[in-house]
């Protein structure tokens, strides 16, 4: 049990593994009541991201001494399951995400794990790659994905490159609940770590198998070599994160050559000054890509979060206006393009399979359908994917072709086990290569897609609520509509409502509810994992814009009123 925050508040003033620095920072706090309890009410807990939060003293924050207790009880569990461990470790451009990263490195030492470091910022699925390409045991990334600036976060892998799934995660909580201070935190300094060669850093080697396997994913390779590539005009942004070098690497080694970068964005910066979220869901992140793309005609723009595993992509709709995909549509798109491609040169496997989540559309669903995939649905979070491919590749059941979630991850190939903006940056460019040698853009395909498979439309309404008492506030939320479910919602009937904190359809029980309706249409609470936010997806299919339009509006209405009467 949490001991009362301000008993502490007073620990960490009186412990001598605190620094000086850190103690002065708890007696500036201003508002000692308030402040306190909500730095030190609980300890950070592992979400569908791992360790997430503000930076700052206490338990509630993320601090070296956090990620010091963290990374002893991840060493606790790897040394219970491996005779001999290793782990790899990279970062992204926020502040401190380095300096946690040697931390984690240095603990890892201190218990005699061998550490492969990562010199500068690198892509998370360059991590989980690393992984499984130096054979290690684990993983580590400090990221806190597009979260404000004042975030950093902390994800643990396993062998396999994917992201610890909720029985591997439970045992690693409990070793790190079994550590009562800090003196139990094992820890060496750099040059220690280097002298004993437990602190290994990695180099330009390792950075070309990840551009190599990566490039590899390509369905047409040929095609963007003898031409197509070079014609396509596209503008990238990593909105200050870690994707800038790896994505102008595969894109360049693919043929895709014709490629301007938003300069002002280019730089790494945990500030992440030209933005007022470094989110490639949204538009106002690509202001500066679009003002740049309209100036030198480009037909796509790309845009990746600050640990490059999500990507947006902007295209011209039939106005020769830029609009940003959604992550299903740019998902669709990708399925879409991939399938009909192998079906074409007769190398779509007989056992080929597509993986979504359970808040993704079922578009790129159908699409997979109508091509004799099957369809398999996890839970949210890219971990669950993983895991599906790692069953595949142990039974060969299936042979996995593509994997999304809505929130902008996808993944094709095995390399990985984690989303990839990488890869997703070239199979979005190749396919607009493609349709553009066709005379087509990807908003016209789109239109295609939906002509041929109905219009989907899909949104996402989320509302923060911090603190203790926002936590209390989801709760209730999330209890009004599991204890009275409704039935009928904006006029429709609800005919099933799935609770899978029973863990239904054979998935590991989590607290989201989904309540499905006669015509069709869909939508799901869910708490976020990593941020204070409580989540609502919305999703319909209609016959035309217009008339799918008016129904999300409808039932988006309806849902909002009463979740916000208790927000």
Known sequence: MQA?????????????????????????????????????YR?????????????????NRMNRYVIGKATQGFANFLLGESDSPAVVIAHDSRSNSDVYALEAACVLAANGIRTYLFRSLRPTPQLSFAVRDLKATGGIVVTASHNPPEYNGYKVYGADGGQLVPHQA????????????????KRLTQAQAEEQ??????????????????????VLPDMLKNGAGAELGIVFTPLHGAGNISIQRVLAQAGLTNVNVVWEQEQ????????????????????????????????????????????????????GEFVVL???????????????????????????????????????GDIASSYGCEVINTLTGFKYIGEKMSQFEATGSHTFLFGYEESYGYLTGMYARDKDAVVAALLICEAAAYYKSQGKTLY?????LYAKYGTYLEK?????????????????????????????IAGVAVTQFLDYAKGLEGLPAENVLKFLLADGSWFCLRPSGTEPKIKVYFAVRGIGLGEATNAINQLVSAVMARVDALA
């Open 4 to 40: 009362n925050p301000k008993q502490l508040y007073e620990a960490w003033l009186n412990d001598p593994n605190v620094d000086e620095l850190t103690k002065e920072e708890l007696r500036d706090i201003k508002d000692q009541s308030g402040e306190i309890e909500d730095r030190f």
């Open 197 to 218: 060669e437990l602190l290994i850093w990695l180099g330009d080697a390792d950075d070309q198998r990840y551009i190599d396997v990566v490039v590899e994913q390509s």
């Open 170 to 185: 439970e045992q690693v909580i409990s070793h790190i609940r079994d550590i009562a201070s800090f003196d139990k935190v």
């Open 460 to 488: 996402l309404e989320s509302r923060t609520l911090k603190g203790k008492d926002g936590l209390a506030q989801i709760g209730a939320i999330m209890n009004d509509w599991r204890s009275n479910p409704p039935a009928e």
């Open 444 to 448: 016209e395909v789109l239109l295609e």
């Open 268 to 319: 790494p910066n945990g500030l992440f000054p030209t933005v007022k979220s470094p989110n490639p869901e949204e538009q106002e992140a690509f202001t500066l890509a679009i003002k740049l793309a309209n100036e030198v005609g480009a037909d796509i723009i790309v845009g990746t979060d600050p640990d490059c595993d999500r990507m947006g992509a902007v295209v011209k709709n039939d106005k």
């Open 43 to 59: 300890d950070l807990e592992f979400g569908t991201g791992g360790l997430r939060g503000v930076m700052g003293a206490g338990t």
């Open 326 to 364: 959604t992550g299903n549509q740019s998902g669709a798109l990708m399925v879409n393009y991939l399938l009909s491609n192998l079906q074409e040169q007769g190398k779509l496997p007989t056992n080929g399979a597509v993986i979504k989540t359970i808040v993704t559309s079922e578009m790129g």
